[in-house]
């Protein structure tokens, strides 16, 4: 790989750390570690709807749904919403950049 690309990767990366999404992301991720019983509660949440996402074909709405009413206690609280906020936000942000990188490049990605 040259030179010149794993410069522009590694600049990328500062920017992307100096972004207002990764630094709300890391913010709230510190103050929701300070909490660990609410951490844990947030992670497993975090856990098992990627897995409802991993294993669906389509949106599992009625799964997403019962997901929520079992984590709706952690899901109302301000710092748990706050932090899964940011998450989106910043995985949103990550989307967008790769999307942009690989406009442009032909990796027959269509079957996407």
Known sequence: MSDIIME???????????SEEYQKFCLYKKEL???????EQVQE??????????EADTFE????SKLADEFRPVLENPLAASYLNAELAFCKM??????????DIDLELDFL
């Not at 570690?33 to 951490?39: D, M, S």
């Open 8 to 18: 522009s990767s590694k600049k990328l990366n500062e920017l992307i750390k100096e």
């Open 33 to 39: 570690a300070q909490i660990p019983e609410l951490y």
């Open 45 to 54: 949440f975090r856990k098992r709807n990627f897995q409802i996402q991993l």
């Open 61 to 64: 709405k009625e799964a997403a």
């Open 94 to 103: 990550s989307q967008r950049i790769s999307k942009t990188i690989c406009s």
